[in-house]
């Protein structure tokens, strides 16, 4: 399965459970990154971390390490910016 921190920039998935737990996991957990939820990778920053996710309408900043924890399923490329 990929992890949220591999995919390339303007590409769709669906959240899957996270794989460990941290205070800064259950945090994002408590602002909707909950499995089944529909994300967008949005950007990188210019040396790849950290990524910007568009999460329900909210655009949201975390490190690739944290990103990490979460598994994708579901994964859409889509090559033009929208």
């Given at each position: 399965?990929?992890?949220l921190d591999s995919?390339?920039?303007?590409?769709?998935?669906?959240?899957?459970?996270?794989?460990?737990?941290?205070?800064v996991i259950v945090r994002l957990l408590e602002l909707g990154m909950t499995p089944g939820?529909?994300?967008e990778l949005v950007r990188r920053a210019p040396f790849g971390d950290?990524?910007?996710?568009?999460?329900?309408?909210?655009?949201?900043?975390m490190r690739r390490?944290?990103?990490?924890?979460?598994?994708?399923?579901?994964?859409e490329e889509h090559g033009a910016l929208r």
């Open positions: 399965m990929r992890t995919l390339p920039a303007r590409t769709h998935a669906i959240l899957a459970a996270p794989s460990w737990s941290s205070p939820t529909s994300i950290p990524i910007e996710i568009l999460l329900r309408g909210t655009r949201l900043c390490a944290d990103a990490a924890a979460f598994g994708v399923t579901d994964v």
